[in-house]
C-alpha cells in the first residue's frame, strides 16, 4: 500500500521569508503523480503543484516549487518570498494507476499525508 | 476548472438520523471521488462513484453506512446513514480537473466541503 507522511506537524515562519515543507512517501510503483494542496481556513482544498514521476525537472509555479527526489521518495515544497495568504494547511498526496510514464488509466484517488499547518506572520 | 457545488455546507444532526450532501460539477466528468476529513486529520478516500455502476469503496467504508447515487455526469450525492458522533468530520467531493499551467496540466478540484457535526 502506498503511504505519504508529512514529519512537520507546524511550521511558522516570518513574512517574505522562504520555507520548505516535507513530504516522503513510500511505493512500489514507478509511475505515479505527485501533488501540494493548501487548505486555508476556509476549508477549501487548492492545488498548489503537481509533479510527474517520470520527469526529471523539478515543476515550479510561481513562488511554489518542488525537490523531487525519486530515488529518495521525497517531494518537499518551497514557498519563496512568503505572504500571508500562504498561512494554511498543506497536504501532499500521491496518485497511482499509470501503465505508462504519461498514460493515465482515468482519474484515480490520492492518499494524503497527515498535513503541515503553516502559519506565515506579519 | 471545474466548478463544485457542495451542499449543505454546514449541519448539525442528531444520532440515528442520515444526511444526504449533494455535489453538482458544472462540468462532465466520468469519476467523482467522496472523502472524509475528521477534526484535525488528513483526507481519507470513502469511495469512487461512476455513472450508471455501483460505487466502489475502500476499506473501512461499507455501502449501507454511505450509500452514493451518481444519476448523470454532473451530479453525486453521498448519503451519511444513522449517524454517530464518530461520523462527524468534513466530506468532500471532488472530481479530476484540466489546470492550464506551465508545468501541468491536470489536477483534482474539490468542493468547498459539508462540516457535519452530529449530536
Known amino acids: 500500500a502506498q503511504t505519504v507522511t508529512q514529519s512537520q506537524p507546524e511550521m511558522s515562519v516570518q513574512e517574505a521569508e522562504t520555507v520548505t515543507l516535507s513530504c516522503t512517501y513510500d511505493?512500489?510503483?514507478?509511475?505515479?503523480?505527485l501533488f501540494w494542496y493548501k487548505q486555508p481556513p476556509s476549508r477549501q482544498m487548492i492545488l498548489v503543484i503537481r509533479?510527474?514521476?517520470?520527469?526529471?525537472q523539478n515543476a515550479t509555479e510561481n513562488r511554489f516549487s518542488v525537490n523531487f527526489q525519486k530515488a529518495a521518495k521525497s517531494f518537499s515544497l518551497k514557498i519563496s518570498d512568503s505572504q500571508l495568504g500562504d498561512t494554511a494547511m498543506y497536504f501532499c498526496?500521491?496518485?497511482?494507476?499509470?501503465?505508462?510514464?504519461?498514460?493515465?488509466?482515468?482519474?484515480?484517488?490520492?492518499?494524503f499525508g497527515q498535513g503541515t499547518r503553516l502559519t506565515i506572520n506579519p | 476548472s471545474a466548478v463544485i457545488s457542495q451542499k449543505p455546507s454546514r449541519d448539525i444532526c442528531q444520532r440515528g438520523t442520515s444526511l444526504t450532501i449533494q455535489c453538482q460539477v458544472d462540468?462532465?466528468?466520468?469519476?467523482m471521488f467522496w472523502y472524509r476529513q475528521q477534526p484535525g486529520q488528513s483526507l481519507t478516500l470513502i469511495a469512487t462513484?461512476?455513472?450508471?455502476?455501483?460505487?466502489?469503496?475502500e476499506s473501512g467504508f461499507v455501502i449501507d453506512k454511505f450509500p452514493i447515487s451518481r444519476p448523470n455526469l454532473t451530479f453525486s450525492t453521498l448519503t451519511v446513514s444513522n449517524m454517530s458522533p464518530e461520523d462527524s468530520s468534513i466530506y468532500l467531493c471532488?472530481?479530476?480537473?484540466?489546470?492550464?499551467?506551465?508545468?501541468?496540466?491536470?489536477?483534482?478540484?474539490f468542493g468547498s466541503g459539508t462540516r457535519l457535526t452530529v449530536v
Open positions: 511505493t512500489s510503483e514507478n509511475n505515479y503523480y
Open positions: 498526496a500521491f496518485e497511482t494507476g499509470f501503465s505508462e510514464p504519461s498514460i493515465r488509466q482515468g482519474a484515480q484517488k490520492l492518499v
Open positions: 462513484a461512476n455513472q450508471g455502476s455501483e460505487a466502489t469503496y
Open positions: 462540468s462532465q466528468v466520468t469519476m
Open positions: 471532488s472530481v479530476e480537473d484540466v489546470f492550464f499551467w506551465e508545468s501541468s496540466n491536470y489536477g483534482y478540484t
Open positions: 509533479q510527474e514521476a517520470y520527469k526529471q
